[in-house]
């Protein structure tokens, strides 16, 4: 059974950092893509970032790009989410994802709540 | 970068009615679009791919279309599990795009 559990949201002051975590098991995670997905209070979707499978190809939404960096560890079977100077827009419910083969989302994870405040 | 545009933003509807739901990309995407359905408190739930595909378990009820940049969500007769929030997702390039969403509400 393919799960993803996300960690490392929590309570932060505008402009400090927080790094997410993404453990995944049930699949290969080196074959696959992985992405981030986030969701503000009571809002739509949001892509913030993608990963191919090698970290070769990385992309960042236009409002994280220069702020957020995607990492992975395929060693640890984990994803990662380096946000620096966050801001009040990036409070969110912040799911882990994976690409399909075919790169739509198959799978996802139950969020974890990064919340911006002073 | 792409702009996902659906419509409407909420729909009213009846049990048994045929609903449709549309997504324009700002240009074109083939067919590499997605949709999802999202209930409260819940993660996204695929329920197609790549246009027109259905994921393995989606009862047939639901159905895409389009390519290019304009795509339908159908369901052919809603049922009571089936208000919820849809959402389309572009994946043809980086960076990917989600359409707003489209509320369903029982009328």
């Known amino acids: 059974e393919v799960q993803l559990v996300e960690s490392g949201g929590g309570l932060v002051q505008p402009g400090r950092s927080l790094r997410l975590s993404c453990e995944a098991s049930?699949?290969?995670?080196?074959?696959?893509?992985m992405q981030w997905v986030r969701q503000a209070p009571g809002k739509g979707l949001e892509w913030v970032s993608g990963?191919?499978?090698?970290?070769?190809?990385?992309g960042y939404a236009d409002s994280v790009r220069g702020r957020f960096t995607i990492s992975r560890d395929n060693v640890k079977n984990s994803l990662y989410l380096q946000m620096n100077s966050l801001r009040a827009e990036d409070m969110a419910l912040y799911y882990c994802?994976?690409?399909?083969?075919?790169?739509?989302?198959?799978?996802w994870g139950q969020g974890t709540l990064v919340t911006v405040s002073s | 970068d792409i702009q996902m545009t659906q419509s409407p933003s909420t729909l009213s509807a009846s049990v048994g009615d045929r609903v449709t739901i549309t997504c324009r990309a700002s240009?074109?995407?083939?067919?590499?679009l997605a949709w999802y359905q999202q209930k409260p408190g819940k993660a996204p739930k695929l329920l197609i791919y790549?246009?027109?595909s259905l994921q393995s378990g989606v009862p047939s009820r639901f159905s895409g279309s389009g390519s290019g940049t304009e795509f339908t969500l159908t369901i052919s007769s809603l049922q009571p599990d089936d208000f919820a929030t849809y959402f389309c997702?572009?994946?043809?390039?980086?960076?990917?795009?989600f359409g707003q969403g489209t509320k369903l509400e029982i009328k």
């Open positions: 994802v994976r690409s399909s083969s075919w790169y739509y989302i198959d799978y």
């Open positions: 049930g699949f290969n995670f080196d074959e696959y893509a």
């Open positions: 990963i191919s499978w090698n970290s070769d190809i990385l």
């Open positions: 240009q074109t995407i083939s067919s590499w």
């Open positions: 790549k246009a027109s």
């Open positions: 997702q572009q994946y043809n390039s980086y960076p990917y795009s």
